[in-house]
């Protein structure tokens, strides 16, 4: 079974920094892609950044490009997602995501994906 445990998310000034972090159980971690997607109150879903374990390509949303991080911990089975330079529209319950194919997290639609944490970012 595909367990995801998202933690780190919280409050925030602008321009601010959080670490998210996602534990992954149940599954060949290097064998898949794993990432983030965020959905904000009353808007639809955004892959925010994704990694593909079995070859190393990674995406990340123009619109967190050159703020955000995303890396892994094959040893732990753990993604992180380094925020910086954070924006009130950063707001959004962050999901931890895998699949197969990561263009299904870049599109915000994997098979698998966590409780979510809050990340609030105020102005």
């Known amino acids: 079974e595909v367990q995801l445990v998202e933690s780190g998310g919280g409050l925030v000034q602008t321009g601010g920094s959080l670490r998210l972090s996602c534990e992954a159980s149940g599954f060949a971690f290097k064998d898949y892609a794993i990432g983030w997607f965020r959905q904000a109150p009353g808007k639809g879903r955004e892959g925010v950044s994704c990694i593909d374990n079995s070859n190393g390509a990674i995406y990340y949303a123009d619109a967190v490009k050159g703020r955000f991080t995303i890396s892994t911990d094959n040893a732990k089975n753990t993604v992180y997602l380094q925020m910086t330079s954070l924006k009130p529209e950063d707001t959004a319950v962050y999901y931890c995501?895998?699949?197969?194919?990561?263009?299904?997290?870049?599109?915000?639609?994997?098979?698998?994906y966590g409780q979510g944490t809050q990340v609030t970012v105020s102005s």
């Open positions: 995501a895998v699949d197969v194919w990561m263009h299904l997290i870049e599109a915000a639609q994997p098979d698998y």
